[in-house]
């Protein structure tokens, strides 16, 4: 008995100096924020400034010295974050993480991300690449000075980080391109769905119109574009088009004129496909004709959706109002990035101040020098993503005695190929051969054929995340001649300035076709379907000085027929840009703080669609004769859907029902239509389309065993019931809280292991709001940051990442913004020198 109680003390004992030990390798990698800190390869003296959110504002006397700073101070908040971020690009997780990486490194190396930082990096105009160096100095004189105090996860792994190069900033670029930009399984997925089903139904499976959208850009209304450009231009950047009571002026260079909301039917993507102005898709309309892939190929190609997954919950929202509008009479910027929670916040917070050439303030990702969103004393900006179609497959025919050799018009040329050697945490090295076409890499294996990917992010003259002048910018027209060379993922953004514009473009490669849209696989053994080049930045879209002293995007149809370059297939619902738009229509003198409001609405007008015909099909339900009794009491569901007021609140049981309700529907028409093959489908704006359905009954969508869409409805409902009671555990709707069905939760990488579950992971806890409501939710992802751009007074401007600044677990800012965040609440972007001293926390002077 005494040998065991001994032996239980001395594991004991282990156990504590191992945590001790532990505790005491976290403590010490928080490196010093105050005194004074020698750094060779700074030419001046440079203050680092901390305030009450760690926010490092810093001071130099030269640009060189303010970006090598940066990449000094963010090598101290977010140094294992950044190594994992460039580890990710290049496809080297396996060789920290071992077998469980595997997938996504081979899937990294097929894009050949290695290959193509280096192309671009030999092409960087010089003072681009003098930025990456200054800012990877800068890391690496972090690394060199305090390599034996590195955060734990380095400990826990077991490695140590290799010095950071002006590569690793570029394959940042890619690797978010890649986040924002990947469509290539839409594609797979609208040929199979072409194939199998009548185009008239595809369409409106695939429907890209609504009603309810709100244009930035040109209009749906084709006879009044016809008669406008017979009457000739209006300058571009005019208010208000005085022969059309209103209207905008063209916002597409100089063109035809542009209607702010046009009342549109609701209709189906063949309504509102551009199919004036580009080539169909070719999908199921043109099989006779292509060479095309098989539906059995198709299935084996395409990964079935999961249970849980939505497709709605990825975007951002943004806004600019005119001074006109604003309590103070100067423009406020908004903007809310929606991306894949993750720990620590995908953004890090930083100040850059050089008297007379820089003072700008914002976020940007860990790794990329400059400000990615935010202000400097002259403009602001925003971004949401606009998610072009950007990556074409190529159907590849092989030779059929060299597996080599594919077919290019009238000859058969040899692939390149090479190998990539992966290597693997306890295990093997695993070899990779990697092939290559005329288009990009070979993505997929087929009988006698290959699948290549021809995709903008794998161009090599694509460079920095940003772009280089936008930091300095100091008017609209040096803010378009920044973005003119901006060449990452294309975004929408919103502008405002001192002299109190406002405005909108777009921005990055969007490519033109010879023939067709890309939006399914194509032959590629002739010159048929090639890229003829990219759309001329000053034919993007775009916008200045708007009539309605407004701009809004949330990653929806921005763009009118009448717009002449094909964008996408593929917008996302219009209810966050709707709401967002009625929001600020309701108020005139806007603030601060009704942004916040705003950014924070969890109006869910999608469910109010779905609650009313639920209840309708209640009302009629002795009209549905074959419907069975319900579970669960009729009574208590009117009751709770009637009393409903549709905000998508955490103790909200309308919003629990409506949402399950929404998925069940969509459930069940699928598989009506598409069989086997339904949960491959996923479209950005399938609430359009479940929203037309309960609108106008459509009768071909009617799934055969009923006679009615009452009793459809009612069949849907019973058996979105029966599944709440067991998600729930529980036949009682009251406590079918919608907080409990999409709790918040941020997973470390090394979260998943106990005991660092509790250590790195925050939550899971309840939260409001819907994928589809401006406040956008669901338990992976949602909104990555807030600001808000008072150009009245830059000092009531507001941001607030997700988590905190620092990725130390033991620091004070590991998670001290989270509250905050949770509740919509902010801080302070503090800008002037006066501010920042008041709220000072730390100072660190670093020397030469």
């Known amino acids: 008995m005494r040998f065991w109680r001994n032996l239980a003390c001395v594991l004991l004992l282990l156990l504590s100096s191992l945590l001790s030990y532990e505790y005491w390798l976290c403590y010490r990698a928080q490196t010093p924020v105050n005194g004074k800190a020698r750094l060779p390869g700074l030419q001046h003296p440079v203050e680092v400034i901390r305030d009450a959110i760690g926010v490092p504002h810093i001071f130099a006397q030269s640009f060189a010295d303010a970006i090598f700073t940066q990449g000094y101070v963010t090598a101290q908040d977010r140094l294992w974050q950044m190594d994992l971020l460039r580890r990710s690009g290049y496809g080297e997780l396996s060789e920290i993480l071992g077998p469980r990486a595997l997938e996504i490194d081979k899937e990294q190396r097929l894009f050949g991300f290695r290959w193509v930082v280096t192309r671009q990096e030999e092409n960087l105009p010089p003072e681009d690449f003098h930025c990456l160096q200054r800012y990877a100095a800068g890391v690496n004189a972090f690394l060199q000075l305090h390599r034996d105090r590195l955060p734990i996860e380095f400990h826990i792994l077991r490695y140590q980080p290799a010095a950071w190069s002006p590569r690793d900033t570029l394959v940042l670029n890619l690797w978010i391109g890649k986040l924002l930009s990947t469509s290539w399984d839409i594609d797979l997925m609208r040929e199979l769905v072409y194939k199998k089903l009548d185009r008239k139904i595809a369409e409106q499976l695939l429907v890209e119109c609504s009603p309810k959208d709100s244009l930035v850009v040109g209009s749906d209304n084709h006879s009044l574009e016809r008669a406008i450009s017979r009457l000739g231009a209006f300058p571009f950047g005019s208010l208000e088009n005085p022969l059309l009571g209103g209207e905008k002026a063209s916002a597409f260079g100089v063109g035809p004129a542009v209607r702010d909301n046009p009342p549109l039917r609701p209709s189906s993507g063949g309504e509102c496909a551009f199919s004036s102005l580009v080539v169909p898709p070719q999908g199921g309309m043109e099989n006779e004709m292509m060479d095309s892939l098989e539906i059995s190929e198709l299935r084996r190609l395409l990964r079935p959706r999961t249970a849980g997954e939505t497709e709605e919950s990825m975007g951002s929202n943004n806004w600019v109002v005119a001074g006109r509008r604003t309590a103070s009479g100067k423009p406020i910027l908004a903007n809310d990035p929606h991306l894949r929670y993750g720990v620590p916040s995908i953004w890090h917070m930083a100040h850059l101040n050089v008297p007379g050439i820089l003072n700008v303030i914002g976020v940007?990702?860990?790794?990329?020098?400059?400000?990615?969103?935010?202000?400097?004393?002259?403009?602001?900006?925003?971004?949401?993503?606009?998610?072009?179609?950007?990556?074409?497959?190529?159907?590849?025919?092989?030779?059929?005695?060299?597996?080599?050799?594919?077919?290019?018009?009238?000859?058969?040329?040899?692939?390149?190929?090479?190998?990539?050697?992966?290597?693997?945490?306890?295990?093997?090295?695993?070899?990779?051969?990697?092939?290559?076409?005329?288009?990009?890499?070979?993505?997929?294996?087929?009988?006698?054929?290959?699948?290549?990917?021809?995709?903008?992010?794998?161009?090599e003259r694509i460079s920095l995340p940003i772009a280089g002048k936008l930091n300095t910018a100091r008017n609209w027209e040096e803010f378009q001649l920044a973005m003119k060379k901006y060449s990452g993922p294309v975004q929408n953004f919103v502008y405002a300035d001192r002299q109190g514009n406002i405005g909108f473009l777009n921005a990055g490669k969007i490519p033109v076709r010879a023939r067709g849209d890309g939006s399914v696989p194509v032959p590629g053994e002739t010159d048929d379907y090639e890229w003829t080049g990219y759309i001329p930045f000053d034919e993007l879209p775009r916008s200045f000085n708007p009539a309605s002293g407004m701009i809004v995007t949330a990653n929806n149809r921005i763009v009118g027929k009448s717009y002449p370059h094909f964008l996408t297939h593929q917008w996302a619902s219009p209810h966050r840009a709707q709401r967002i738009q009625h929001l600020l229509e309701t108020k005139s003198r806007l603030k601060v703080a009704d942004m916040l409001q705003i950014q924070g609405d969890a109006y869910s007008s999608t469910n109010q669609i779905v609650s009313r015909s639920v209840l309708e099909a209640i009302r009629h339900r002795e009209d549905a004769a074959s419907q069975e009794a319900l579970d669960v009491p009729v009574k208590e569901i009117e009751r709770q859907l009637e009393n409903w007021d549709c905000l998508a609140q955490t103790d909200s049981v309308g919003t629990t029902i409506c949402e399950e309700f929404r998925e069940t529907f969509l459930e069940e028409i699928l598989k009506s239509q598409l069989g086997q093959d339904w949960k491959v489908y996923q479209w950005f704006n399938k609430s359009t389309f479940i929203e037309n359905l309960l609108q106008m009954r459509n009768p071909e969508f009617l799934p055969k065993q009923y006679s009615s869409y009452h009793s459809f409805i009612l069949a849907c409902l019973q058996e979105t019931l029966g599944r709440l009671k067991d998600r729930y555990k529980t036949a009682e709707p009251k406590r079918w809280l919608w907080g409990d069905y999409f709790p918040v939760e941020f997973r470390h990488p090394l979260g998943q292991f106990w005991p660092l579950t509790k250590l790195f992971n925050t939550g899971p806890i309840p939260q409001p709001g819907t994928p589809l409501t401006v406040k956008q939710t669901s338990s992976r992802v949602g909104v990555s940051m807030r600001m808000v751009i008072d150009f009245a007074d830059f000092e009531q401007s507001v941001n607030n990442i997700t988590l905190g600044q620092s990725g130390l677990v033991f620091s004070q800012h590991y998670r001290d913004q989270f509250d905050h965040w949770l509740k919509v609440q902010s801080y302070p972007m503090l800008f002037s020198r006066a501010k920042i001293e008041q709220q000072r926390q730390s100072t660190l002077l670093l020397v030469p």
């Open 364 to 459: 940007t990702i860990p790794g990329a020098p400059g400000i990615i969103l935010g202000h400097n004393e002259n403009i602001a900006w925003g971004a949401t993503n606009l998610a072009p179609d950007v990556q074409d497959l190529y159907i590849e025919k092989i030779h059929p005695q060299d597996h080599n050799r594919y077919r290019v018009n009238d000859s058969w040329q040899e692939m390149e190929e090479h190998q990539e050697i992966i290597n693997i945490k306890g295990r093997k090295p695993e070899v990779l051969k990697i092939r290559s076409t005329r288009h990009g890499p070979v993505f997929r294996e087929l009988a006698g054929r290959v699948l290549a990917l021809r995709w903008t992010l794998l161009d």
